[in-house]
């Protein structure tokens, strides 16, 4: 590695690093950073400055970054969400697979009918060429936009995601079709069929594997076997596919499908996310733009011409099909979704080197379609940003509680109350049991749990509880637990109460138990709690919390880093408070909105200084829990995206900065 080497792949990382923070200080949102490193790339490459030379770590660190980007598309997928239809009146029959199938279909024909008109116009020669480029949509450009918008797990997101992944799978198959009937063999076609039916194999062998006990046992320490499983099924498939004839990115696209369908855990994936965002893929994007040379493009007035007629008309290819999305969601959020998915590149790029391989297109074209593709990056994901809306809504805290006693019930209560929260509670008990524990409560001044709604999830029964006295309310028929009438809402507490056979794992995780973000275990059962923690962190739960009544078994809970409580333990606490310190009792026991935590989720505001948030009138920092430490804030401590802020203050105050943090 020459002195030249290093200092290019130092340009590069320098930019990667402190672009994010650039964009965050002229207070750029609305650009998506991937944009933004492109653009970069142009400044510092071929078309300007030509600080960054061509080079072949950088090419090599390039194709890496590009090919986990296609992994990590292909894992963002979330089966289990296509399977689920939409709730809401307005939104039952919208169902993400339907949809994106139907939009895909109408891109492709309407992508033909518009790359005809370039034939007819002399600005293009062969229409299924042109018909695979427009048709293309930029999984690289729209994963990383939807995840900037947290828009990722919606139906929407996860909408505009399968019409990427479709579309490009689509034109990639496309593209290996095209090439074997120019080259008039079809031996290139059973290569392909061979590749996918290898693929296959490859993810039943994978599945088998993953689920024995070798894998966990070498799963801890420095081993860390998923993280080789995973760059070695990356290559092996990327190899493979080279080898039969298919892009690598498809190769490297399905390597993420079969990590998805497989479930790893999330803790996992979000290392996995780290490592690609964090290192490769920025490379990837920032020598995207040293590498193209705008000075050779403006030599033929056919190219001039043909960039913005081009671009046009992918747009066109796009819009015109996301106009079904009105049905079920507003104007802004349907012509947003139409400029996302109008973004094209990673596979024009290829297609457009595969055709100037083949003698069809010549080196001007060639700069022109990349410029194109370039262009809509630049362009398209900015006018979504400026057209999606901002989430209006604040996404509510999702608290899991198993086990229904006396110490359970009541803060189920006192969360349910807070519009912040939503609970469900677990447990094994009949409705009859329900009605004497409610009757119990209500008796003791805690208020009534008698309203219920009724449902069916596979094996398991949903109530929902709350209000005074009996509300008359029927689930939805088809099973959602969280449909039904407004019974539950009565008197403002509105929680669910769910039944299930057995606290058994299987069952629990059937019920949803595990994709709360909090989960609380507070059976009677010591030792059941904790297997159920153990699990939930498994499952990627971001806060167990585990009631265990045994000394000699809390110390040991605590070092595997689980927040436990214990009755015996708090009311000893309590009570010695309340005889040393009775002013700080009464401090964490107002109800009047006093104390409250407060998660930095926006990414607006990570890397800011405490001082510089907003609306902080009327509010006191308490402390800003990182991680597992802890920090003492003043007015220079900067605010890092995941703080949780404990914060004293009057309710309104408390949720407006909720508001913007969140």
């Not at 292909?74 to 029959?93: A, T």
């Not at 498809?250 to 979000?270: D, H, Q, W």
């Not at 959020?333 to 080197?353: C, K, N, P």
Request: include cysteine.
């Amino acid at each position: 590695m020459d002195h030249q080497s290093l200092t290019s792949l130092l340009i590069v990382v320098a930019i990667a690093f402190f672009l994010p923070i650039l964009l965050h200080k002229l207070k750029w949102q609305s650009l998506p950073l991937v944009v933004a490193e492109i653009a970069a790339g142009l400044i510092v490459g071929k078309s300007g400055l030509n600080l960054v030379k061509e080079d072949p770590i950088l090419s090599l660190l390039s194709v890496l970054g590009f090919i986990f980007l296609m992994f990590l598309s292909g894992l963002e997928i979330d089966f289990s969400l296509f399977r689920r239809k939409s709730g809401g009146k307005r939104r039952r029959l919208f169902h993400p697979v339907a949809v994106s199938a139907v939009m895909f279909l109408a891109i492709l024909a309407l992508s033909y009918v518009l790359a005809k008109a370039l034939v007819i116009m002399e600005l293009a020669g062969d229409p299924y060429l042109m018909t695979i480029m427009i048709a293309t949509i930029s999984l690289g450009v729209v994963v990383p936009v939807l995840k900037e918008r947290r828009l990722i797990e919606t139906g929407l997101g996860q909408t505009l995601l399968l019409v990427s992944v479709i579309a490009d799978f689509v034109t990639i198959v496309l593209l290996a079709i095209y090439i074997s009937r120019l080259s008039g063999s079809m031996a290139g076609m059973l290569l392909l069929l061979l590749f996918f039916a290898l693929v296959a194999a490859t993810y039943l062998v994978v599945r088998r594997l993953s689920k024995g006990s070798l894998f966990t046992l070498l799963g801890a320490g420095t081993v860390q076997i998923g993280t080789r499983a995973v760059f070695a099924l990356i290559l092996f498939f990327v190899v493979m596919g080279e080898t039969l004839g298919a892009e690598n990115i498809l190769g490297a696209f399905l390597a993420g499908v079969v990590v998805s369908l497989i479930a790893p855990e999330k803790t996992f994936i979000r290392q996995l996310d780290s490592f690609g965002y964090g290192f490769l893929i920025p490379i990837f994007f920032i020598m995207v733009g040293v590498n193209l040379d705008l000075r050779s493009l403006f030599g033929d007035w056919r190219v001039l011409a043909l960039i913005p007629v081009l671009l046009l008309f992918i747009l066109l290819s796009k819009m015109v099909p996301a106009l079904l999305l009105r049905i079920w969601f507003g104007w802004r959020e349907t012509l947003g979704a139409g400029f996302l998915i109008s973004a094209t590149l990673s596979l024009v790029v290829a297609v457009a080197t595969v055709a100037r391989e083949l003698g069809l297109i010549d080196d001007a074209v060639q700069g022109a379609l990349i410029l194109v593709a370039v262009l809509s990056c630049l362009v398209f994901p900015v006018l979504f940003n400026r057209m999606f809306p901002r989430q209006q809504t604040e996404r509510k805290v999702q608290v899991a509680v198993v086990g229904a006693n006396h110490v359970t019930l009541p803060v189920v209560q006192a969360l349910a109350r807070h519009p912040g929260y939503e609970v469900r509670l677990y447990s094994t008990e009949s409705r009859e049991q329900w009605e004497d524990v409610a009757a119990a409560e209500q008796a003791g001044g805690t208020g009534g749990l008698q309203a219920e709604q009724a449902g069916s999830i596979g094996g398991f029964r949903v109530e929902r509880t709350g209000g005074i006295g009996r509300a008359q309310g029927t689930g939805d028929a088809g099973g959602d637990r969280h449909a039904g009438g407004a019974g539950g809402n009565a008197a403002g507490r509105n929680w669910q109460a769910v039944k299930v056979e057995s606290l058994a794992q299987e069952t629990l995780e059937a019920g949803g138990t595990f994709d709360a973000d909090t989960v609380v275990l507070g059976t009677m059962d010591d030792e059941r709690n904790v297997i159920l923690a153990r699990h939930a962190r498994r499952k990627g739960v971001e806060r167990v919390i585990v009631r265990v009544e045994d000394p000699s078994l809390q110390e040991r809970v605590r070092r595997e880093g689980f927040t436990v409580f214990s009755t015996l333990f708090a009311a000893t606490s309590l009570l010695r408070a309340a005889i040393e310190h009775p002013g700080v009792v009464d401090f964490i026991a107002d109800e009047t909105g006093a104390l409250a935590e407060i998660r930095v989720e926006n990414p607006r505001w990570d890397g800011v200084l405490l001082r510089h948030l907003p609306d902080l009138k009327g509010l006191l920092i308490l402390r800003i829990y990182r991680g597992e430490s802890f920090l003492i804030p003043h007015g220079n401590t900067e605010i890092l995206l995941g703080d949780r802020l404990l914060v004293s203050g009057e309710e309104e105050a408390v949720e407006r900065l909720r508001d913007s943090l969140g």
